[in-house]
Antibody, heavy 115, light 112 residues
Framework: EVQLVESGGGLVQPGGSLRLSCAASGFTFSNYAMHWVRQAPGKGLEYISA????????SYADSVKGRFTISRDNSQNTLSLQLGSLRTEDTAVYYCARGGNYDYWGQGTLVTVSS | DVVMTQSPLSLPVTLGQPASISCRSS???????????LNWFQQRPGQSPRRLIY???NRDSGVPDRFSGSGSGTDFTLKISRVEAEDVGVYYC?????????FGQGTKLEIK
């Protein structure tokens, strides 16, 4: 059974940093590109970042470019997202999703940016 | 970025009646490989999104056959043949053809 489990969310002050993780199981992690998608409270879904299956290429939404860094460890079946220079508008549930067309999603982890 | 526009944004439906959601993209979603990467997702209250339909009309495993997708180019439709109580939630279309991936605004389906 495919499982994606996010962790690392929490309350952080504006300007702060946080590292999110997504633990994958039930499939060959190294065969799939992975994405991060977020959802602000009461709002829709927003693509944030993606990484190719071997980690060789990454992409970011303009809203987070230069502040967030995506990475992966295929030996540990783990996807990560380093969040930096956080703003109040980054408050959201962050989901990891498998592949370029999001066939599986995690349960999400809530990041709250507030003073 | 490709803009995805859904309508309606709110959809009250009587149990057992059909429902239809429209999704339009600002440019054709046909990829160079000939496929059209248009997906539909369901997000029930308090849950993560779940993919229902991929490449316009293909149902994901476990998705009831009352859900169907159709369309081409820039115009797409998700149809529910007979709405059940468990279908309450928000439905999103998403294009997987271009970078960045973009979603529609979401359509909130409720029982009348």
């Amino acid at each position: 059974e495919v499982q994606l489990v996010e962790s690392g969310g929490g309350l952080v002050q504006p300007g702060g940093s946080l590292r999110l993780s997504c633990a994958a199981s039930g499939f060959t992690f190294s065969n799939y590109a992975m994405h991060w998608v977020r959802q602000a409270p009461g709002k829709g879904l927003e693509y944030i970042s993606a990484i190719t299956s071997n980690g060789g290429s990454t992409s970011y939404a303009d809203s987070v470019k230069g502040r967030f860094t995506i990475s992966r460890d295929n030996s540990q079946n783990t996807l990560s997202l380093q969040l930096g220079s956080l703003r109040t508008e980054d408050t959201a549930v962050y989901y990891c999703a498998r592949g370029g067309n999001y066939d599986y999603w995690g349960q999400g982890t809530l990041v709250t940016v507030s003073s | 970025d490709v803009v995805m526009t859904q309508s309606p944004l709110s959809l009250p439906v009587t149990l057992g009646q059909p429902a239809s959601i429209s999704c339009r993209s600002s440019q054709s979603l046909v990829y160079s490989d000939g496929n059209t990467y248009l997906n539909w997702f369901q997000q029930r209250p308090g849950q993560s999104p779940r993919r229902l339909i991929y490449k316009v009309s293909n149902r994901d495993s476990g998705v009831p056959d009352r859900f169907s997708g159709s369309g081409s180019g820039t115009d797409f439709t998700l149809k529910i043949s007979r709405v059940e109580a468990e279908d309450v939630g928000v439905y999103y279309c998403m294009q997987g053809t271009y970078w960045p991936r973009t979603f529609g605004q979401g359509t909130k389906l409720e029982i009348k």
